[in-house]
């Protein structure tokens, strides 16, 4: 479960900086396309670390 989270933790870090490159680096369409993919990519990996998160109970 923790090599999981590392592997997400890292692909998140990976498409935000490849996200944030790629609006400097490319135009039109190819800036497009890599844009949506990474930008998915961030959302799916944040939204299944938040979903493993422990939960702390009282």
Do not use: H
């Amino acid at each position: 479960m923790n090599a999981l989270k590392a592997a997400l933790w890292c692909v998140l870090a990976l498409a935000a900086v490849v996200n944030a490159f790629t609006s400097l680096a490319f135009d039109g369409a190819q800036q497009v396309v890599l844009s949506v993919g990474t930008g998915t990519a961030v959302i799916a990996s944040a939204v299944v670390l938040f979903l493993m998160r422990e939960r702390r109970r009282p």
